[in-house]
């Protein structure tokens, strides 16, 4: 069966440092991989997504994710956090043969200190 | 061009009554997506329409939820009669098809409580 997990319900940092939302995932076949963030009162917003090629993926708002197959992991990273990064961080998977259908981890939610 | 829009962006209901979720998907999306949050949850999938037509609802819970497509534009989900495990937000997500090269855009999602 396809799932999505994030290991940490919440994860703190000091705005300027370095941040990382973790996911890992089990899917049948190759897995197309995306992250969405939740900002309060708003929709999903698509940050990023793995589909084929370099293993390091770049997106929206500075952020960029890593495949590793071998660990089944597709970890969300920033260089530089900031402030207005703080909000609910969604990882999701789906298979190449499966139609549309995302399978979502429960959700990170970052908080962003000055 | 405008976004995914969902209507009410809240409900509260007793249990027992019905409730029924509107979703307006980007226009000349043919595919429309719902999903589910329930608190505190992974996010859900219910159902998958292609046009007006439904090509996956594995993720229904059961049925007393019916989703509709009439025309192949905008969706309602109605559940009937709603229960508390139904609490929970509601969200349409819409595709221009369904490769992963096509992102799927999210509404803001209807929050819906059942006291």
């Known amino acids: 069966a396809q799932s999505v997990a994030q290991p940490e319900d919440q994860v703190n940092v000091a705005e300027g440092n370095p941040l990382t939302v973790k996911c890992t995932y089990s899917v049948s076949g190759n897995p197309y991989l995306f992250w969405y963030v939740q900002y309060p009162n708003r929709g999903l917003q698509f940050l990023l997504k793995?589909?084929?090629?370099?293993?390091l993926v770049k997106g929206s708002y500075g952020f960029e994710a890593e495949f590793n197959k071998s660990q089944t992991s597709f970890h969300l990273k920033k260089p530089s956090a900031l402030v207005s990064d703080s909000a609910l961080y969604f990882c999701?998977?789906?298979?190449?043969?499966?139609?549309?259908?995302?399978?979502f981890g429960q959700g990170t939610e970052l908080s962003v200190k000055p | 061009e405008a976004g995914v829009t969902q209507f009410p962006s809240h409900s509260v209901i007793e249990k027992g009554q019905t409730v029924t979720l509107r979703c307006d998907p980007i226009?000349?999306?043919?595919?429309l997506y719902w999903y589910r949050r329930v608190m505190g949850k992974e996010i859900k999938f219910l159902l998958h329409f292609v046009k007006e037509s439904k090509q996956d609802e594995s993720g229904m819970p059961n049925n007393r939820f019916l989703a509709e497509r009439t025309g192949g534009t905008y969706s309602t989900l109605k559940v009937q009669p709603a229960e508390l495990e139904d609490s929970g937000v509601y969200f349409c997500?819409?595709?221009?098809?369904?490769?992963?090269?096509?992102?799927?855009?999210f509404g803001p999602g209807t929050r819906l409580t059942v006291t």
């Open positions: 999701a998977v789906r298979g190449a043969w499966q139609g549309g259908k995302l399978i």
């Open positions: 997500a819409s595709s221009l098809g369904t490769s992963a090269t096509y992102e799927q855009y």
């Open positions: 226009s000349g999306h043919d595919n």
């Open positions: 793995y589909i084929t090629g370099d293993n």
